[in-house]
């Protein structure tokens, strides 16, 4: 999944695959392995990639 979320000045995105979405926090695993966490109410935009 791709996610689009604001942050002062601006947007940040984080690509990679929903850990889970509980109380309005968002756990994404990027390809990296880092597990980026993200406020539900900050999120402006998502969408689910293709496995390739």
């Known amino acids: 999944m791709t996610t689009r979320r604001t942050v002062p000045g601006g947007f940040r995105d984080a690509v990679g695959v ?20 993200i406020a539900e109410e900050s999120l402006v935009a998502a969408r689910v990639v293709p496995v390739r």
């Open 18 to 37: 929903l850990e889970s979405w509980s109380e309005g926090v968002l756990a994404v695993r990027k390809r990296d392995g880092t597990l980026v966490e």
